[in-house]
């Protein structure tokens, strides 16, 4: 069973910027894809950016491209979400991901393991 800790959340201006950090222990981080996912007040967790098992294969939703990058550092156990040009519409509670067995693919449905979150809020 993996354990994910994020931290980096706080409180940003608009058009701002924070990088999210999540560390994993408990399995062979670098055989698994890992994720970002959000949750706003009122509204369902939303899938934001994933990337596969070496770093060469990220997702992004749409509302974030161009202004997210996730990254892993496997010497490290650790995955990283930096968000530049923040939005108001971003704040929410960030949540790593880990999936639930190594494969290829990049799926929201895939992932199985969460972290307890870190609250992102940024002010306009």
């Known amino acids: 069973q993996v354990q994910l800790v994020e931290s980096g959340g706080g409180l940003v201006q608009a058009g701002g910027s924070l990088r999210l950090s999540c560390a994993a222990s408990g399995r062979t981080f670098s055989s698994y894809a890992m994720g970002w996912f959000r949750q706003a007040p009122g509204k369902e967790r939303e899938f934001v950016a994933g990337i596969n098992w070496s770093g060469g294969s990220t997702y992004y939703t749409d509302s974030v491209k161009g202004r997210f990058t996730i990254s892993r550092d496997n010497a490290k156990n650790t995955v990283y979400l930096q968000m530049n040009s923040l939005k108001p519409e971003d704040t929410a509670v960030y949540y790593c991901?880990?999936?639930?067995?190594?494969?290829?693919?990049?799926?929201?449905?895939?992932?199985?393991?969460w972290g307890q979150g870190t609250a992102v809020t940024v002010s306009s």
């Open positions: 991901a880990a999936d639930r067995v190594p494969r290829r693919a990049i799926m929201a449905s895939n992932f199985g393991s």
